[in-house]
């Protein structure tokens, strides 16, 4: 039985970022050709350096107001992608390249205030994290995945019942 959701950006967002060209915040979304592996919100998968274009924008992956509110950069791909499937699996690509994406959880409680945080060492397979962290800490309402050396949102994790 899996216990967790991978939810991505939704494609009907992106479509209209890609649209507008305005983020949440109103800032302009600036398109570039790709200098790093992302990944992409949307699909979750990496970039390939040098070719593929992308859409730079501040988003909140927050609902409320609060000191832990953290907006940020984040990429999507400049071109319509199919929303990440495998949501019971963390995505492979990502988790398989601990250099290039070094995970840290963060855990939320309902009141979007931070009560729990794990960075994935690289002898951990963050598929069997995911659920020890929900099971060991019932305050946990759900996770960001972030980029431990950037600190940039990948995507959010919920309890699968």
């Not at 992608?81 to 409680?109: A, C, D, R, W």
């Not at 960075?119 to 800490?137: A, S």
Request: charged share 30%; proline share 7%; net charge neutral.
């Amino acid at each position: 039985m899996t216990k967790f959701k991978i939810i991505p950006l939704s494609a009907e967002y992106a479509a209209r970022i890609r649209e507008t060209r305005i983020d949440d915040f109103k800032n302009e979304v600036v398109e570039q050709i790709a200098t790093g592996l992302g990944p992409c919100r949307v699909s979750l998968k990496p970039f390939r350096r040098n070719e593929d274009r992308r859409l730079v924008l501040s988003h909140s992956p927050f609902t409320l107001k609060n000191p832990y509110n953290q907006p940020g950069p984040i990429f999507i791909s400049a071109i319509e992608v199919e929303e990440y499937s495998e949501v019971h699996k963390f995505p492979l690509e990502l988790k398989n390249n601990k250099q290039s994406f070094p995970i840290t959880l963060i855990g939320y409680n309902q009141e979007q205030w931070m009560v729990h945080t794990h960075m994935i060492k690289e002898t951990e397979d963050i598929d069997l994290v995911i659920p020890e962290i929900f099971e060991r800490f019932p305050e946990v309402e759900y996770l960001h995945a972030r980029n431990s050396k950037a600190c940039c949102y990948i995507c959010k994790i919920e309890r699968s019942i």
